[in-house]
């Protein structure tokens, strides 16, 4: 996930009267990554350490001349070149003290900008739009200067692109409120003209920005609406004709950025790498309507990746050089390390969840992202639960009652009569309309629950969860307040059916699970078919136990023959080992936390809150369970809801992670952590094994690929 | 070394034809192969298996069988005939028509004096064999149903005949026959079916083994006319079976509808036992179709059948284990270059028996295929094959020849094709062997009886005989199979299956020098465009430069005998069959068997003895400044496979054609049906 870190101060700002502009004509990078020239809009050049923040030189016109052009470093020959008063060029090196005894020459024509690329040469682009290699410009500074621009066309914006060897010189014009983009190619010298798609009349883009990836020049713009868009133009083929057509550009909507009341004015959009834009003077979606943000967002998701606030007016620009932002805002001119990271939807929204078959079975109605991204369309049928109480308690439902009159009753009315209204209610509702009213139903429950603490109706709401048509967000009061009840059966069945449990939540949950005590547990009613699985378990162990006398296929814990014999030693504490450390109940209750989903960026703050104790059971608990799946290539049973090892095998890293220090230092934890070290080697042995596999098997697949070769074909080979 | 552009041909549609018998020469380790469409491959197996005799065959011409008597080849066909061959100007000498119908089979006795043939219409001709031509004798005593396989005692006193249902066994001195063997029918529904016996062999302790249509291989006792032993081998036909005669005659093969070949051995069955018996000892599963001709050489089987390719099985109790010698070989391809390639035009010749095809190259930017190659013109040649075929450099001239005669074809590619047949040959090109370009397409080269070279200047006016190269004159000598002509066009290389190689002075129109003569023949050889140094490359895989100028092996030749060729290079099994240079870069010689090619750089060291021949992949994985000190002089491309041509155009990318053994083994009628698991 793309991060902004703390900024920190270059220089200082002397904004105009009006605050309209910032100060600051342009910083162009200088010798390396670390050294910027930054030129302000009247007089002086100033040469930076940005790691230092400080400056290393300056150099000033005179009163009465203009610097109208972003001093360039070209780094072949150390020197620096500017343009004062549209047509004098000035050329220097760094140890020059006086600017008006360095070289300086008089080219005919009005210069728009000098443009450099690191290791290139200078080239002079004149406001008409012809341009100039600044050497063969000295060599004659009054040679004529041709119009390549038309009458009233004017130019808005240039940057100079390295695309491969050749250089390009990328012009945006405007004409007539018709913007145009002028490609053009350097040595051998070809213009392409392109016609930029007009946004709503009158909205002229506000900033672009260029990169060259993949053998293409990407152009990004933005408009006042907020709207980004991408073209991406060829290198290649250009230069066939010269640009007298105006090419049409075609374009792609990259991001709609909300642009709150009003239009952007002061705003700049700046591609980072092939999926982030780096945004400034636009509000932050969850900020109000102040536009002093600066913010990355993630092209691909269309998620905002990350804000900073700036302090002061923000002026619409934005440079960044090595990773680094430059945005001159209110009196400063501040420097933001960024990091893009290569993104994806996991890491972006945590954790996917594990993707079983029985997830595909059950119809799931909340919307989740397997769904979107899969393109699954989870045609929402209604569960053969919900199905079969509606087909069985039709008969119950006295009168007809409407959602709000359920409502309305659900607010004053007694757990019975509620319970029996839901319930018919359920049973008539149509399943496309039933997804609304459910969750104001169980947020009604909620409310009276916690408002009147005699109030709580434990059924209703399980019905209400059975539905699957509620999600944590919809209700988010519920799990904590079946918790605070001790309602592990609607705990149970929301962490069963929530896909969207907050990690602090989750962590709650098995907080409260573990402290159980197990004779409480065992009251309670849990769903079947978990503690069928968990008996299963259990008591399959004993069976095998008693059953298999003298041999004894569990004794080698992992598949390990070297520690075979250390086993062996250990087999009179074996059936201890092998026991289940936590309540049959308890077990069903921590599988199911087991089986939410989490990302463990977040899970892991909240699991260092459980004590030590906690966590060896817990540890232990796990360690039962990885054993007792290792050991005899357990039958995943069918139809059961069970976690699967590598489930089991996160969390222990998880616990491992969060709780190293204190376990090393238990001395009880010794032989469990001594265990696990044990698992995870066999494990990184199988991975391996793995990988192995995968490596030659994808050689065969390359090798089924190679058959095909028809009558006739042209090949290259290389021979060393 | 770079990147090469490669013209990857699959359309030369060659089809070998099925191997119908074959014949081993004991004496001269020769086997001779005779095939379906009657052409009549001489292998030498004391030089590598290579085939360096080919007779062309011709329609009609259904041999059925052949025998060696001494340097004599007999062959007999279906057609009634008795053929001899000429193995030195590689074409019939003579026929003579037995008179008996269709021959089947042919057998000589063990004193080369007298030929039996079994003929369609059941009688058994003794033909005397005299020198220069074999003469009718006599008649054996004419039985019903037609002769299909004999064979002669050691002795030379009883031939034993095969026929449907029954083997007899006659005097050869009386003609009458002393002995009927009748032979089971199958069991079963085919009971009605007669057998066919269709291979016989006598033994001198009057032993009889026969191989029939039931699928038997039965053992006789030819002095009483006793069953000994019957095993049931196949479910199909036994089709042949051969004798290690020239040994202790204690072992037989004998080939099946099925693709195996099964040995028995005569030997004792139990061990410290004295009294033998004959029993069933190996079964070899190299075929995919009948075996229908085997040969059984004194360390190996030869098998050949339907699938057209000759394998040779070593015995591993009579050869050294894990040799050169002991590892299966399979000829597939013929040992000579069937397809021309003109490097200017970019045109490919493919010669097959009965025709030759002419196709124009694709034109290509990269991969990416600007046009396709397309097919020129087709030349079909009548009832005689087609023994050789060349195609000058520019495209403009094609010659071929037969047996009989040479045609000459001058082609203009202007907007169309024209295709004129140059009418009046000079009378010397008449049989030829080898044919063969000037580079600059001014002359044709070719190779005729009493091992002469005949030079004719073509030009668009006419076609006139220039001069006859000879070496020695007067002495009648092995006949030249390559021709060579170097780029400048002053000189000529041939070489003839004696190993020789010569070299004429084409401007002094005389010989220039011999290559001292080494005892492997060679498969090809090149002069090199620039050096103008001979290379020549030998059916021992060896390779020689030889410099036409100095009249000796080059330093660069006396290298590599000194430190020698890595034994991975020598021990595959196909001969090199074409070579040809970089016009870009002399150091670089191309030269490619069955299943690789290979560019010689001779800039480059030679492997050292205990080095990776094989090494491109090492290559590739290493960077480009460890290249150099790991790379080696050969080159070796695998990534083409049963290659029939590799060659370098002039506008230096490489032209590959391949054949596919698939693409063979999909043509060929379907096996016998044999009962694989479930089906």
């Known amino acids: 996930m793309a991060a902004l870190y703390e900024g920190y101060t270059l220089c200082g700002l002397v904004p105009d009267q009006n605050l309209s502009s910032s100060g600051i004509q342009g910083i162009e990078e200088e010798r390396d990554r670390d050294h910027v020239v930054v030129t302000d809009s009247t007089r002086s050049v100033t040469l930076y350490k940005v790691s230092d923040q400080k400056p290393l030189g300056s150099w000033t016109v005179k009163q009465g001349q203009k610097l109208t052009c972003p001093a360039v470093f070209n780094s072949q020959t150390n020197e620096y070149v500017a343009v004062t008063d549209n047509k004098v060029i000035r050329i220097w090196k760094e140890d020059d003290i006086l600017l008006d005894k360095a070289f300086k020459a008089t080219v005919s024509s009005d210069v728009w900008k000098v443009h450099c690329t690191h290791g290139g040469e200078p080239v002079v682009l004149f406001q008409r739009g012809a341009v100039r290699l600044l050497d063969s410009l000295l060599a004659a500074p009054q040679q004529p200067i041709e119009e390549v621009l038309a009458q009233e066309e004017a130019i808005r914006w240039s940057t100079i692109i390295v695309a491969e060897t050749q250089q390009f010189i990328i012009i945006t014009t405007e004409q007539k409120g018709e913007h145009f983009l002028y490609l053009q190619r350097l040595n051998p010298n070809s213009v392409q003209r392109y016609r930029l798609e007009r946004e709503e009349p009158g909205l002229s883009p506000l900033s672009f920005s260029a990169t060259y990836r993949d053998k293409h020049i990407c152009l990004l713009y933005l408009y006042p609406n907020g709207h980004v868009y991408q073209s991406v133009l060829s290198v290649r083929g250009l230069g066939t004709e010269e640009g007298v057509q105006a090419l049409p550009l075609p374009r792609s909507l990259l991001l709609g950025l909300p642009v709150g009341d009003g239009q952007l004015e002061a705003a700049s959009a700046m591609a980072l790498d092939e999926a982030h834009v780096a945004v400034v003077g636009v509000p932050h979606p969850s900020a109000g309507g102040g536009k002093d943000f600066l913010c990355i967002w993630n092209t691909n998701f269309q998620t905002l990746q990350a804000g900073k606030e700036m302090a002061g007016k923000i002026y619409g620009q ?59 369309k989870a045609q929402p049928s209604k569960s053969a639960e919900t199905r079969r109480t509606r087909t ?81 967000s919809v209700c988010p009061d519920l799990v904590l307040l079946a918790l605070e009840k001790k309602d592990y059966f609607l705990c149970q069945l929301c962490l069963q059916f929530f896909p969207d449990i907050p990690e602090a939540v989750t962590c709650a949950c098995l907080k409260a699970f573990i402290s159980i005590p197990d004779v409480d547990a065992e009251k309670v009613s849990l769903e079947p078919d978990s503690v069928k699985f968990m008996e299963n378990l259990i008591t399959r162990d004993r069976a095998e136990a008693g059953l298999q006398n003298g041999f004894s296929p569990t004794s080698s814990v992992v598949n390990d023959r070297q520690t075979r014999a250390e086993d062996v030693k250990k087999k009179a504490s074996a059936p201890s080992q092998l026991s289940c450390p936590v309540g049959l109940h308890k077990a069903v209750l921590i599988n199911e936390i087991l089986q939410t989903p989490y990302s463990d960026t977040f899970l892991l703050p909240h699991l260092k809150d459980l004590s030590s104790q ?53 001395p009880e934890a010794k032989g469990l952590l001594l265990n696990l070290h044990r698992f995870v080697k066999s494990q990184v042995r199988l991975v391996s094994e793995l990988g192995k596999i995968e490596g030659s098997l994808q050689e065969l697949r390359k090798m089924k690929a190679k058959e095909s070769i028809g009558q006739y074909s042209i090949e290259i080979i290389e021979l060393f | 070394m770079g990147e090469f552009k490669v013209h990857r041909v699959r359309f030369f549609d060659y089809m070998p034809s099925a191997i119908r018998t074959m014949a081993f020469n004991s004496q001269t380790e020769r086997l001779a192969v005779a095939r379906a469409d009657g052409a009549v491959e001489i292998f030498n197996f004391n030089d590598n298996f290579f085939q360096e005799k080919v007779i062309p065959g011709q329609d009609g011409r259904a041999t059925e069988a052949l025998c060696w008597v001494g340097h004599r080849l007999f062959s007999a066909g279906l057609n009634g005939e008795i053929t001899e061959y000429d193995l030195e100007n590689l074409r019939p000498q003579y026929t003579v028509d037995a008179y008996g119908g269709p021959i089947w089979t042919i057998s000589s006795n063990s004193q080369g004096t007298q030929l039996a043939v079994g003929c369609e219409d059941g009688t058994v001709k003794i033909f005397a064999i005299l020198e220069e031509r074999i003469q009718f004798q006599r008649n054996l005593n004419r039985h019903k149903g037609r002769i299909i396989s004999l ?72 002095l009483t006319g006793t069953l000994v032993r019957t095993y049931l081998v196949t479910k199909w036909d036994v089709l042949s079976l051969v004798i290690n005669a020239s040994q202790d005659e204690s072992s ?60 040779v099985r070593p015995l591993l109790d009579k050869v050294e284990k894990n040799t050169q010698e002991s590892a299966l070989r399979k000829i597939a391809f013929p040992h000579r270059s069937l397809v021309g390639c003109a490097k200017k035009a970019g045109l490919l010749l493919f010669q097959f028996p009965d025709r030759l095809e002419l196709w124009k190259l694709g034109e290509s930017e990269g991969h990416v295929c600007l046009m396709y190659p397309y097919f020129v013109c087709r030349f079909l040649q009548g009832e005689d094959h087609i023994c050789c075929s060349a195609l000058s450099a520019c495209g403009g001239w094609l010659a071929y020849s037969t047996v009989s005669s040479v045609r000459l074809y001058r082609i203009q590619y202007n907007n169309t094709i024209s295709i004129n047949k140059v009418s009046k040959l000079p009378k010397e090109l008449r049989s030829v062997h080898q044919l063969c370009f000037s580079s600059d397409s001014s002359k044709l080269f070719a190779s005729s009886c009493q091992s002469s070279v005949i030079v004719v200047a073509v030009s668009q006016q006419e076609c006139r005989y220039l001069h006859t190269l000879k070496h020695k004159t007067g002495e009648w000598k092995a006949r030249m199979h390559l021709l060579c002509a170097s780029d400048d066009g002053k000189w ?72 020698g060729l890595l034994s991975l290079w020598l021990e595959r099994d196909t001969p090199i069959t074409h070579i040809t240079f970089n016009p870009k870069n002399p150091d670089h010689i191309i ?29 590739k994985s290493l960077p480009v400044s460890q290249r150099i000190g790991q790379s080696h002089a050969f080159k070796i491309c695998k990534s083409f496979q049963h290659l029939m041509c590799v060659s370098l155009l002039e506008d230096l990318s490489l032209v590959v054609v391949e054949r596919p053994l698939l693409d063979i083994m999909s043509q060929l009628p379907a096996p016998v049906r044999q009962k694989k698991f479930a089906t």
């Open chain 2, 151 to 222: 064979c002669w005692h050691p002795s030379s006193a009883q031939i034993a005949a095969g026929m449907t249902d029954m083997i007899k066994i006659f005097d050869a001195e009386t003609g009458h026959a002393t002995r009927r063997l009748l032979v089971d029918r199958a069991m079963g529904a085919s009971k009605n079916k007669e057998v066919v016996v269709w291979s016989v062999g006598y033994l001198s302790d009057h032993t009889i083994i026969s191989g029939d249509s039931a699928g038997k291989v039965q053992i006789w006792n030819g």
């Open chain 2, 492 to 563: 000529l290389a041939t070489a003839n299956t004696d190993c020789e190689i010569h070299i004429y002075n084409l401007h002094k129109m005389k010989l220039h020098c011999m290559v001292p003569v080494y005892n492997s023949c060679p498969t090809t050889i090149a002069i090199h465009p620039v050096t103008n140094n001979l290379i020549s490359v030998h059916a021992d895989q060896q390779i020689f430069e030889f410099s036409l100028v100095q009249k000796e092996y080059t330093q660069w030749s006396r290298r590599l005998q000194a430190q």
């Open chain 1, 614 to 666: 906690h966590v060896m059971l817990f540890l232990q608990y796990l360690q039962f369970l990885y054993l007792k799946y290792s050991q005899d290539a357990f039958p995943q049973m069918e139809g059961f809801r069970s976690p699967s090892l590598s489930q089991i095998m996160d969390w222990v890293c998880l616990l491992l992670d969060a709780h190293f220090t204190v376990l090393v230092m238990t």
């Open chain 1, 318 to 376: 934005l440079w960044s050089y090595s990773n680094k932002v430059f945005i001159p805002h209110g009196k400063t001119l501040s420097i933001i390390p960024f990091e893009c990271p290569k993104s994806s939807l996991a890491s972006a929204l945590g954790k996917l969840k594990h993707t079983k078959t029985e997830e595909s079975k059950t119809p799931n109605s909340v919307p989740s992202w397997n769904n979107i991204l899969h393109g699954e």
């Open chain 2, 252 to 311: 037989v093969i004998a080939g099946t509808s099925e693709g195996t070949v099964i040995q028995f051995q005569f030997i004792s069955s139990t061990v410290d036992q004295h009294d033998k018996e004959w029993v069933r000892t190996r079964t070899f599963r190299n075929h995919s179709h009948d075996v229908s001709a085997l040969a059984h050489t004194d360390t190996a089987v030869v098998s050949g059948g339907m699938d057209t390719q000759l394998v």
């Open chain 1, 392 to 472: 069985t308690r039709k008969s119950q439902s006295t009168t007809n009652l409407t959602t709000d009159q359920v409502l309305e009753l659900i607010k004053t009315a007694p757990v019975e009569e509620i319970q029996k209204e839901v319930e018919g209610f359920l049973t008539r509702a149509e399943f496309q309309d039933l997804q609304p009213s459910v969750g104001q139903l169980a947020l009604t429950l909620v409310s009276r629950s916690l408002a009147d603490p005699a109030f709580y109706s434990s059924s209703t709401l399980a019905q209400l969860v059975h539905t699957r048509c509620l999600c944590h």
């Open chain 2, 591 to 619: 030269l490619h068997d069955t299943y690789m090619f290979c560019i010689i750089d001779q800039s480059l060291p030679f492997p050292e003895l205990n080095a990776v021949l094989w090494n491109q992949m090492t290559l």
